[in-house]
């Protein structure tokens, strides 16, 4: 489960980074929106395991990049809207 997480996370973190010359920003807008409605149909307990996956991949990060840091704050983000 871990696994299909952490693939989740680095796919939506890939969208959310990506400019305009690589995913249709509207487009991407719209899959991650999406994503974070379907992420709260889940129950509480999901939502806690994937937020603990958030976290434990922001504490694994070392001495951060710039691309490390702007995946930070889109997990932090992503935490904010899952209720």
């Not at 489960?1 to 249709?24: G, P």
Request: with cysteine; charged share 30%.
């Amino acid at each position: 489960m871990k696994a299909i997480c952490t693939a989740l996370l680095n796919m939506a973190a890939f969208v959310e980074s990506a400019d305009d010359s690589i995913i249709d920003l509207d487009s991407a807008v719209k899959a991650l929106e999406q994503l974070v409605y379907d992420l709260n149909t889940g129950d509480s307990g999901e939502r806690e395991y994937l937020k603990g996956i958030m976290r434990q991949e922001i504490g694994s990060m070392g001495e951060r990049t710039p691309n490390d840091q702007a995946k930070v704050e889109f997990y932090l983000n992503l935490m904010e809207q899952l209720d």
